[in-house]
């Protein structure tokens, strides 16, 4: 029986056969068209071998960088507790209360046990925490070695009676202790309740620093007391003139508006000062005084030299000169520089409806002033 010839061709016999049947197959097994997923299976096993490299290499960083994390963060807190950063300059600037002293010797020595990569501010603020004047502390590092630190202080702009002892108070109303006290502080009346480094709760007192807070220098220097009266808010200099503020609102006008009422020469001799509408301010003359001649020339410290000047530190401090010579005719000077005297009572008071009203000035005030608006 024969077979096919085509199946005979497909069956090789003998070992010349299976020779030609490896051959075909090749050396490591079924060709690609014989086994068609050969392709598919190399492609996956050089995707798994470069994943496991990959993986390899992650793990290899991911060990080197735990083990340098140690190593840099310990090299860093060395660096920077160490001299090569520490604090061996310190300006300071803003410091100018009468405790100077002292708080720039505080500041600096907590300064020099910090470094230039370690500033504390909380530690700086400590170090001067019992000196109520202070009110802020910035530090600045200026690497290598330096550290400049910035200090806003409170200083006091009256005296005041807390808790039955004298102290002195900022003009935002905290109390400032009693080692701030001076003869020059102007004397606010009233007995007040607070602790020292902790504001005062009394409205009137924390109006009247307010309005003694916001006082040009040259002026301030000349308050004696400042009391609450028929007309609100009242500031009496040292010579007995009054001044009628009424309350804290635009305070620095008023004083801008006193300054040109000073430094009018009708206003020469005046009893008090009516600020209360900064914009026509008022002067009042006691009983057989008249103000002087009306249109008289002002001069160099005039109204119009005051209004044209600005209203500059140097300008009020040649207005204020008038304050060292000048006296009201009837004001009790001797009252003036007395905390808690009697107040000095002018024999013509204004008229405070008219006044708040934003009428005409009453009659005893001159016309002349020149600084209504």
């Known amino acids: 029986m024969q077979m096919e010839p085509s199946l005979a ?7 010349r056969g299976r020779q030609q049947t490896r051959a075909r197959r090749g050396r490591h097994g079924l060709r690609s068209r014989d086994w068609p997923l050969s392709g598919r299976l190399r492609a996956a096993l050089g995707a798994l071998l470069a994943s496991l490299v990959r993986r390899r290499a992650a793990r ?40 100077h002293a002292e708080i720039e010797a505080a ?29 802020a502390v910035e530090a600045f590092p200026r690497f290598p070695h330096g550290l400049r630190i910035e200090v806003l202080e409170q200083l ?19 109390v400032l202790g009693a080692a701030l006290l001076s003869g020059s502080l102007p004397s606010i009346d009233g007995s007040f309740r607070a602790r020292p480094g902790q504001p005062l709760q009394s409205s009137f007192a924390r ?13 301030a220097r000349h308050v004696a007391r400042v009391y609450s009266a028929a007309y609100g808010l009242t500031v009496q200099m040292r010579n007995g003139l009054l001044v009628y503020f009424g309350d804290a609102g635009a305070a620095r006008a008023k004083w801008m508006s006193l ?41 160099a410290t005039g109204t119009g030299a005051a209004a044209s000047a600005g209203g500059s530190e140097a300008t009020i401090e040649a207005l204020a000169e008038g304050l060292r010579s000048s006296t009201p005719g009837t ?16 024999s013509t008071a204004p008229s405070a409806p008219a006044a708040a009203a934003g009428e005409a000035p009453s009659a005893t005030a001159p016309a002349s002033t020149g600084t209504g608006g």
């Open 107 to 135: 500041l600096r020595a907590a300064a020099h046990r910090m470094s230039t990569l370690a500033v504390n501010v909380g530690a700086l603020r400590a170090a001067v925490s019992s000196y109520p004047v202070v009110r």
């Open 331 to 346: 004001s009790s000077t001797a009252s003036a520089g007395t905390p808690g005297g009697a107040p000095a009572t002018p």
């Open 156 to 174: 006091p702009v009256a005296a005041l009676d807390v808790d039955g002892a004298r102290t002195a108070a900022a003009a935002d109303g905290v």
């Open 60 to 99: 290899i960083a991911l060990l080197c960088t735990a083990l340098a994390l140690p190593l840099l963060a310990g090299g860093w807190m060395w660096l920077r507790t160490s001299s090569l950063v520490a604090v061996r300059s310190v300006q300071l600037s803003g410091v100018r209360g009468p405790e």
């Open 9 to 15: 061709a497909r069956l090789p016999l003998g070992r």
């Open 259 to 299: 300054a040109r009422v000073l430094a009018d020469t009708s206003s020469a001799g005046a009893d008090y000062v009516d600020v209360r509408l900064p914009q026509r301010p008022a002067a009042g003359f006691p009983a057989g005084v008249s103000p002087p001649g009306v249109g008289a020339a002002t001069g």
């Open 207 to 219: 109006a009247a620093l307010a309005v003694m807070g916001l006082a040009p220098a040259p002026l």
